[in-house]
């Protein structure tokens, strides 16, 4: 065997020796992330114990203070009899007309008071009552107690005439509360009762307070020894409407049921927020249910929590998986990269075997390869060329415009047009960079699609509206036909098809320079197809150009490069962006005349969708041009601090926020943050996630583990999903990707400050 083909052999067994790396890794990759998660999930889980207990003990302390500041106002009842020896029927109605119970003390149905009368003198203060108080006075007991603790006077009367006369005492509930009130010289509140005045049959509760008349002694024993028991001053109250000062507070962050003792049992339930059913079932009460006692007023009441519907967030449940779900997937990459290279080496073996048997290749094979090798050459080579003249084209109009701005003396209108330019120019540049990324997420497989339902004339509306201005400046007649019918929504996405679209009009206006661009619309419903069609007056093409016009880096030509620009990136992005959305692209053109560029795609489920009205049309008032707000100044009195390390990106901010009424403070990194930080605060930060020394994730994380609880808006050039996640994973408020326009600043920096 030759050393060439030993050298193979022992390529071949190094090859396959590996085979099995990938799997492997991609398993460790997996019970890492799967640990993590577990890690993440118990984190949560404390992070949202903790949280439910706080705002369960809140709400506890809110139902304690109700329960006794609504015995206030029967302290200030009673102070009305010490006061005066005696108090009429009149005087206790004008005390009460004085108070508005029902906004004060919600649920209380009225106030009352009940005389201690004993069964020898119950004849006696009958007479007395109906000769000098109220002749239609009646006394309603039962039983033979030796005193009876009868409602003398009640407020509003009208809504408790039935309790009018009502021995307290008859019943044991209340008796017993009553002798407890005169015992313990406090408030009473009743076990759950109906009220006799209460049609509804809601459960309530007594208040009681007593009232004793004595001797005046200087010797407060011998005082307390003297006296007796005078009567009780009491207020009905309906539960549900005690607690519903407390209900309103919650707004769903948690739900509690209230019960008469301390058996927690369902014939014990004294009342139950609106959603506890519901939500009881959607958490495990093993981990968040808290269950406490009140006592009050001789009673002893239990009351469980659990968590409100709102009480934690979606995303605070989902993190765990989150991070599942990146770890796997970060596991699967990496194992698809160390698979390819093991695929490329096996590949490559296999090829230098195959060599090797065949060494016979013919001169013209090797000139043809080698042919295309430079014309792919000539291609890239010609693509960097166009793509070097589209970057430095807009760079001169900038740089330009902006020396004319610094060094010469300009009217208001010269500064305008050069002011635009740069604008415009800038937002060019913009464009060209988002294709090149496009076109390379594209190549790697990385574009995601996500479908939703789409109203379909707001969708024309707004990407004819787009090209309304530009389709004017040109003189073109530019419109939007409907053929019906037409589904009034389509299940599609959004952002890829407006993409589409936006390429295919803008090419048609870019290359017609009289005549029409017409967009047509029609669906075949039972294919569940929509077609577009973009039809125009312009240059047309060849049928060579024809050929070439879906190719990579390719225009039709390198003459249209040269009068119309463009990176030739378009086209080849919009057709696989079109096979993505379940269709493709055709053309028909002819030169010198026009063409149709049509693209279909699906529609989704049709057969439960309504035909659009006939009458609908796209919109073409709507301009594309956005308008420049009034800068209003919603940060006066406000201090903002701005980490950047980019002198310009500083003065910029610097600008922009002083425009909005800020104090500002400027630092060029993490480190000098935490130290502005600590001598100050600050009601805002605008933190760049890339920066040296200690950059913006380390720099927020740290000042969230220091207590900092102000708002904080994340600022970096790196605008993915992922990018956009580990901003706010790490604790900041909210993204703004660079660059950024005036009009998203400000609308990002008036969230965050009116939150």
């Known amino acids: 065997m030759s050393a060439s083909g030993k050298s193979i052999v022992e390529l071949e067994r190094s090859a396959f020796k590996g085979k099995s790396i990938p799997f492997l890794t991609f398993l460790l990759g997996l019970v890492l992330s799967f640990i993590i998660c577990l890690w993440s999930k118990s984190q949560v889980e404390q992070s949202n114990q903790i949280k439910f207990q706080l705002i369960a003990e809140e709400v506890l302390g809110d139902i304690e203070a109700n329960i006794n500041r609504y015995s206030h106002v029967l302290y200030g009842a009673r102070g009305l009899f010490i006061a005066s020896e005696y108090v009429s029927r009149v005087e206790w109605h004008d005390f009460v007309q004085s108070r508005d119970l029902e906004k004060e003390f919600p649920g209380m149905k009225g106030l009352g008071f009940a005389k201690n009368v004993s069964r020898i003198g119950l004849e006696q203060y009958l007479a007395d009552m109906q000769s000098n108080e109220n002749p239609q006075f009646k006394i309603k007991t039962a039983g033979h107690k030796k005193d009876l603790f009868i409602i003398t006077y009640v407020e509003p009367e009208a809504i408790n005439k039935e309790a009018l006369g009502y021995d307290l005492g008859s019943d044991f509930v209340r008796r017993s509360a009553a002798e407890w009130a005169a015992k313990n010289r406090s408030f009473a509140l009743t076990k759950r009762i109906k009220l006799i005045q209460d049609t509804e049959g809601n459960a309530a509760i007594l208040y009681l307070l007593p009232i004793y008349s004595s001797q005046w002694s200087r010797n407060r024993s011998e005082r307390l020894e003297n006296e007796k028991i005078f009567g009780w001053i009491y207020a009905p109250i309906i539960i549900k409407n005690l607690l519903s000062t407390v209900n309103t507070k919650l707004r769903d962050r948690v739900e509690f049921k209230l019960y008469d003792g301390a058996d927690l049992t369902k014939s014990n339930i004294l009342f139950q927020s609106d959603s506890f059913q519901s939500n009881i079932s959607s958490f495990d009460n093993s981990k968040f249910e808290s269950v406490y006692t009140i006592k009050a007023g001789g009673q002893e009441w239990g009351i469980k929590f659990i968590p409100g519907s709102n009480l934690f967030t979606t995303q605070d449940q989902n993190l765990p998986w989150i991070v599942f779900l990146i770890g796997t997937i970060f596991s699967a990459l990496v194992s698809i990269i160390i698979f390819s290279q093991r695929v490329a080496q096996i590949r490559a073996v296999k090829l230098a075997k195959t060599m090797t048997h065949d060494l016979r290749i013919t001169t013209t094979a090797l000139e043809k390869a080698n042919q295309q090798s430079r014309d792919a050459m000539k291609v890239k080579s010609e693509f960097l060329a166009n793509m070097s003249h589209e970057i430095r084209t807009p760079l001169t109009s900038i740089i330009g415009f902006g020396e004319n701005l610094k060094f010469d003396a300009l009217s208001n209108e010269e500064r305008g047009r050069a002011v635009h330019s740069i604008i415009q120019n800038g937002r060019h540049l913009l464009n060209i960079i988002n294709d090149i990324l496009d076109f390379s997420k594209i190549e790697a497989g990385k574009v995601s699609i996500d479908k939703v339902e789409i109203d379909l004339a707001e969708l024309m509306t707004e990407v004819a509206s787009s090209f309304k201005v530009k389709s004017s400046e040109k003189g073109l007649n530019f419109q939007v036909e409907f053929t019906h019918p037409l589904p009034a929504t389509i299940n599609s996405d959004p952002t890829r098809l407006k993409q589409i679209l936006y390429n295919l009009v803008g090419n048609s206006i870019k290359f017609t320079q009289k005549g029409a661009v017409t967009i047509k619309v029609k669906c075949d419903w039972e294919a569940e197809i929509l077609y577009f069609s973009v039809c125009d007056t312009g240059i047309g093409l060849?049928?060579?150009?024809?050929?070439?016009?879906?190719?990579?880096?390719?225009?039709?030509?390198?003459?249209?490069?040269?009068?119309?620009?463009?990176?030739?990136?378009?086209?080849?992005?919009?057709?696989?962006?079109?096979?993505?959305?379940?269709?493709?692209?055709?053309?028909?053109?002819?030169?010198?005349?026009?063409?149709?560029?049509?693209?279909?795609?699906?529609?989704?489920?049709?057969?439960?969708?309504?035909?659009?009205?006939?009458?609908?049309?796209?919109?073409?008032?709507v301009s594309s041009e956005s308008t420049q707000k009034e800068v209003t100044k919603i940060l006066v009195n406000a201090h903002v601090l701005v980490v950047e390390d980019g002198p310009d990106n500083q003065l910029l901010l610097q600008y922009l926020l002083k425009k909005l009424g800020a104090e500002v403070t400027v630092v060029g990194n993490g480190a000098e943050a935490l130290g502005a930080v600590e001598d100050r605060e600050f009601d805002l930060i605008l933190m760049d996630m890339q920066m040296p020394v200690l950059d913006g994730y380390g720099a927020v994380k740290e000042l969230r583990a220091r207590g900092y609880e102000g708002k904080i808006l994340a600022l970096t050039a790196n605008t993915a999903p992922e990018d956009q996640a580990s901003c706010l994973q790490v604790g900041c408020n909210d993204y703004l990707g660079k660059p950024f326009e005036r009009a998203a600043f400000i609308e990002k920096i008036t969230n965050l400050h009116e939150v």
Do not use: C, H
């Not at 060849?542 to 190719?551: A, D, I, M, P, S």
């Not at 990176?567 to 055709?586: D, F, P, R």
């Not at 057969?607 to 919109?619: F, Q, R």
């Open 542 to 621: 060849t049928e060579e150009q024809r050929n070439k016009l879906f190719n990579s880096f390719v225009q039709a030509d390198s003459s249209t490069t040269r009068v119309f620009g463009g990176t030739g990136l378009g086209l080849v992005i919009s057709s696989q962006l079109a096979e993505k959305l379940g269709g493709k692209i055709t053309v028909e053109s002819v030169y010198g005349i026009g063409s149709v560029f049509a693209v279909n795609i699906k529609a989704g489920d049709l057969s439960n969708v309504l035909p659009m009205d006939k009458d609908k049309k796209a919109d073409l008032s």
